[in-house]
């Protein structure tokens, strides 16, 4: 028999990596979807998997809903990646960011208990709930400090996962993720947004790059990679808390210079005060500027992870640095804007 997987969120970037993992090992992969006027299965079909994947409407939401499909599907190991995951939308968003990534967890949880209480469980914890750390580079003991209507949602979900695997109910474990982006990260997401604008500016289809803080950085890895350390993290007989992370940190303004590179699209940059633009080295058109407005009322300033734990008892390494990875997003949009034109 093979095994069941419940992949909560199967329509956003990790759900699909994962459920592309868990198809070449075999796995029955049970997809929920949140219900919408259009299909949204566009990452699935990109892979060459949406036809494998059984879809079910699930939605972190409703109670009744998830009770329903984790009693008819019976799945032996659950993944909840589902998330309102805009840090950005949070602000102006909190209830409902609360309604999904909080109480939507732990409705899930209390679902499986109820339904499935042998099933293991993965929960999507964040380096967002880190916030302004108090120490570097951050690991499983650092505390805290979340700057964000995500980021604190996202802790009340890790500490009720965390209290059900410690009450002795629940096989539990937590993957607190630092950013992890590809070719199918949506194009909100910082990364995304610049190797697709940058890769449009290069095709002479937009003009300009505008984005926030600059300066803010980040641990970024390749998203393949993670979905690896997500379900490493469940076939461990004795569930707990990793953090998945390269260890590098880069700022934005470092992502732009790449990905420009890259595209051979040569910058210099002028800063007065808060404000900073760059400008083409051969045509002197503004290609990049910054803009207050998407500037978030609290950021995170700087992430680095300690992803010790998991490489000594997972085994679990990244496989993509820095370069690699923004070269691949690049090479990724610049190929998806030719096959457009
Ligand atoms: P994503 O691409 O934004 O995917 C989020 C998924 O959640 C989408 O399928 C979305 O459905 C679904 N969803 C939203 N609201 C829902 C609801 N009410 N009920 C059911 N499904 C709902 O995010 P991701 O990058 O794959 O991240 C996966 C998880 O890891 C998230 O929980 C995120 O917070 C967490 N995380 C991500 C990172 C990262 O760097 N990527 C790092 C740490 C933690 P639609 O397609 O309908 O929108
Ligand atoms: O922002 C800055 C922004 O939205 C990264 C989610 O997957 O990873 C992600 O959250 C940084 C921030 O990711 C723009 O202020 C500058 O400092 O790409 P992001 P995030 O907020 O780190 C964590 C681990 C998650 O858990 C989340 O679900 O870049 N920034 N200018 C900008 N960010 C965006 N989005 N757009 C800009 O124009």
């Not at 070449?24 to 006027?37: C, E, F, P």
């Not at 892979?47 to 032996?76: A, C, F, H, K, Q």
């Not at 051969?282 to 992803?307: E, K």
Request: hydrophobic share 40%; aromatic share 8%.
């Amino acid at each position: 028999m093979p095994r069941t997987a419940l992949i909560t969120g199967v329509t956003g970037q990790d759900g699909a990596y994962l459920a592309q993992l868990l198809l070449t090992k075999g796995y029955r992969v049970i997809g929920g979807y949140r219900r919408s006027s259009l299909p949204v299965t566009w990452r699935l079909d990109a892979l060459g998997i949406s036809r494998l994947v059984e879809m079910v409407p699930l939605d972190l939401l409703e109670y009744n809903n998830i009770l329903d499909v984790v009693r008819t599907t019976e799945p032996d190991e659950v993944y909840n990646l589902a998330a309102q995951s805009f840090v950005g939308a949070s602000f102006s968003q909190p209830l409902l960011t609360a309604e999904v990534n909080a109480v939507g967890a732990l409705r899930l949880l209390e679902a499986v208990r109820e339904a499935a209480p042998e099933a293991r469980f993965y929960q999507a914890s964040t380096s967002e709930m880190f916030g302004c750390p108090s120490k570097e580079p951050q690991d499983e003991t650092t505390p805290f400090r979340p700057r964000s209507p995500y980021a604190y949602a996202k802790v009340f979900a890790h500490w009720a996962a965390v209290n059900a695997r410690e009450a002795g109910r629940m096989h539990v474990s937590c993957g607190i993720s630092f950013n992890h982006e590809s070719p199918l990260r949506g194009t909100e997401f910082v990364t995304r947004k610049i190797t697709s604008t940058l890769a449009a500016i290069r095709s002479g289809v937009a003009t300009e790059l505008r984005l926030g803080n600059i300066h803010a950085k980040r641990d970024w890895g390749y998203a393949e990679d993670y979905v690896v350390g997500m379900w490493n993290m469940v076939q461990q007989s004795i569930p707990g808390d990793y953090v998945l992370a390269t260890g590098e940190s880069h700022s934005v303004l470092e992502f732009v210079q790449c990905a420009a590179q890259a595209l051979d699209i040569p910058l210099v940059w002028e800063h007065d005060g808060s404000t900073s633009v760059g400008l083409h080295a051969r045509t002197g058109a503004i290609t990049v500027r910054t803009d207050a407005t998407l500037v978030r009322p609290t950021d995170v300033h700087a992430l680095r992870g300690d992803a010790g734990k998991a490489r000594t008892r997972l085994q679990w390494t990244p496989t993509v640095n820095f370069t690699q990875l923004v070269e691949l997003m690049v090479r990724a949009d610049r190929h998806a804007i030719r096959r457009l034109s």
